[in-house]
């Protein structure tokens, strides 16, 4: 008989013990893949969304409290528009665009809509040109660090639905709005349509995609025309930022704190850090969790091995006394291990996905796809442990001796 | 005694101001006071240096006096205190956007009518002196300005021509009337620091043509002649081609 037949067979006929200790492994790797599962895709979906933010740093008023990127200016405080002219003077090293929002309610046919006021780049673009001969640089930022060029042209630039992306937008009339998907679709409304917003007529310069987000729900039309059709004078809720990299947008909060000290100056990191900080917690449960549980399981094996070696002493010295060397025997229990942790492993994975693509979702928004690599992680460690954790038993089990074992029957 | 003085001066600036502005309102037609100090001074070939206050406070009076100071060293410049709440002068408030600048502001504009600076708050040393612009600096900007494509051709003091490829470049439909062709003398010593901005010899032997885009884009210096084609192809690589969205070199580029 061959060992691989006497294995199967061994775990046929005494399922019981090994699935206890296959239940312990397969629960370690579990919750490994579906921790480890939930957190990368987490990880990478922030990523992904302060990609599409385009805006990495707000200007607030002081007393703001920051709960939502995405209605960073639905707040109702105020502050002057002059800090965003100050701003664009200043032409601090690592601004790339400026982004100010001002959020008013009106209605439509009825139909209550948030219409947010908006300035085109083409704004800052004229106070730029104001600039004598330093104007031959970046609109808004400098020509030192990293934005050693401005914002550069092109079609994709001009194009009005690039708001979605990236968060301003070049040119936009004083009598055009433009439309969030979801509105457009709830007032059916769409480009080259005219609307009546706070009894001013505008014509609808585009609809934008749908991001996902409330900006969905939103009107946008210039800042100008906002403030003088809801008397608000010349304020704003809050100013985005582009910082053009990372090490500029380092140094840029001190340098504005520095320009706006009536203000409240955050990055998009300072958002995000506490999911950021969440996701680095659940990934170190994940693998204290997979240490535990593997540990138990280990332990559980070597039990199951030792109990397994006293119970077949009689089968191991007939064995051995038809020939079987120790290092078969050794091989048998070995393989037993492998066997089990193999399958405990590639459950895990399986299962740990299963759980991440139902949970990922539901608990935090996340869309998951399966880890191919946390899979050759499972197996090999959960292989690796039942191995070890078989080891001495196996090695017990190799020396004994079958005249002894015939003589105590 | 001298802060007492400056002070004094400041109010009685103001004081006139509002006179005056106050007399021009009985006139609608009429220029108000700064419009007027504007006009004169384009006529006058002088630089108009309006300072945007809404309030008197120590920072409104320390930068007039700063202001003072600095453009007593200039020759041939005007000051002018403007309050953005002077609803006389809210046509000029609102031509520089006044009300939406952090105030007190200086705005430098030239003869020709460019703003060469704008300076909010404080002013530093030297600031008033480098928005001193030369004519054609001004004749740039302000082409610039008035969002239109520049082509600056500093020629040899022997020989001077446009070049064809400029030439050509101007009589593109697209292009003819929102090109503005600008020629200086490359040693002209007062136009040598300007430019100097762009690296151009003040001997040359044959035209340099700077090419600039609205709002303040440095597209190209060329020392030799250019073609028409590369003006046109680095027009169109900075999106500064034009709005409309048919446009030929628009499309041609998209593919």
């Known amino acids: ?409 | 005694m001298l802060k007492s003085f400056s002070m004094k001066m400041f109010v009685f600036a103001l004081l006139v101001g509002t006179v005056l502005s106050g007399s021009h309102s009985v006139n609608a037609a009429s220029l108000s006071r700064a419009q007027q100090s504007l006009q004169q001074a384009s006529a006058d070939k002088k630089m108009t240096f309006i300072m945007f206050f809404n309030k008197d406070d120590s920072t409104t009076r320390a930068m007039y006096k700063s202001l003072g100071e600095e453009t007593s060293q200039i020759e041939n410049a005007t000051v002018v205190a403007v309050n953005v709440n002077d609803k006389a002068e809210s046509e000029l408030v609102s031509r520089f956007d006044a009300s939406r600048l952090p105030l007190p502001a200086v705005v430098a504009v030239a003869p020709n009518g460019a703003v060469s600076g704008v300076f909010p708050r404080k002013l530093r040393a030297g600031q008033i002196a480098n928005a001193v612009v030369s004519p054609i600096q001004a004749e740039c900007i302000k082409a610039l300005q008035d969002k239109k494509i520049v082509l600056l051709c500093a020629q040899p003091d022997s020989g001077a021509y446009v070049p064809k490829g400029v030439q050509e470049f101007q009589a593109q439909p697209e292009f003819s009337t929102r090109t503005h062709i600008v020629n200086v003398r490359a040693s002209d010593p007062v136009e040598a620091k300007f430019l100097k901005l762009f690296n151009v010899p003040n001997s040359v032997s044959r035209p340099v043509t700077v090419f600039m885009a609205p709002p303040g884009k440095l597209l190209g210096v060329y020392k030799t002649d250019v073609s028409s084609k590369t003006l046109t192809q680095t027009i169109v690589a900075a999106g500064e081609c034009c709005s409309d969205p048919n446009c030929k070199h628009r499309k041609k580029n998209r593919k």
């Open chain 1, 1 to 409: 008989m061959k060992p691989y037949s006497l294995i199967l067979k061994e775990l046929w006929q005494r399922p019981t013990p090994m699935l206890t200790s296959l239940v312990a492994v397969t629960l370690g790797v579990t919750a490994l893949v579906a921790i480890q599962n939930i957190t990368v895709y987490s990880e990478q979906k922030i990523a992904s969304d302060m990609d599409a933010l385009g805006a990495n740093v707000l200007v607030l008023p002081p007393s703001v409290s920051l709960q939502n990127y995405y209605s960073a200016d639905m707040h109702g405080k105020t502050m002057p528009e002059t800090y965003v002219t100050q701003l664009a003077l200043a032409k601090l090293p690592g601004v790339q665009n400026l982004a100010p929002k001002l959020c008013v309610e009106a209605d439509v046919d009825s139909i209550p809509v948030v219409l947010t006021g908006i300035l085109p780049r083409s704004e800052f673009e004229s106070k730029a040109a104001w600039q004598g001969m330093s104007m031959l640089t970046n609109s808004v930022g400098s020509d030192r660090g990293c934005c050693a060029t401005g914002i550069t042209g092109g079609d994709e630039d001009e194009d009005p639905a690039s708001l979605a992306t990236k968060r301003s937008i070049k040119d936009l009339g004083k009598d055009e709005v433009i439309l969030g998907s979801e509105i457009a679709t709830q007032l059916g409304t769409q480009k080259g349509d005219k609307i009546t917003l706070l009894e001013k007529e505008f014509k609808v310069l585009t609809v934008l995609p749908e991001t996902g987000t409330i900006d969905d729900g939103r009107l946008f039309a210039h800042l100008h025309t906002v403030q003088e059709l809801a008397g608000t004078g010349p304020v704003v809720n809050v100013i985005e930022i582009m910082a053009c990299c990372e090490d500029a947008a380092g140094d840029l909060i001190g340098s504005l704190s520095k320009e706006l000290p009536d203000t409240r100056v955050i990055t998009i990191s300072q958002v995000v850090e506490t999911q950021v900080a969440v996701n680095g917690l659940m990934s170190r449960l994940s693998w204290l969790f997979f240490s535990i549980l593997l540990l138990v399981g280990a332990a559980s094996i070597a039990s199951v091995m030792y109990s397994n070696v006293s119970e077949r002493r009689k089968e191991i010295g007939t064995l051995m006394a038809l020939g079987a060397s120790p290092a078969f025997v050794t091989n048998l229990f070995l393989g037993k291990a492998t066997i089990l942790g193999f399958v405990g492993g590639l459950g895990g994975f399986l299962l740990g996905t299963v759980l991440a693509y139902i949970l990922g979702p539901q608990l935090l928004d996340v869309a998951v796809q399966p880890m191919p690599q946390l899979c050759l992680i499972g197996i090999g460690v959960a292989t690796l442990v039942a191995v070890v954790a078989s080891y001495l038993p196996a090695r017990r089990a190799a020396g004994l001796d079958p005249c002894l074992v015939f003589n105590d029957a």
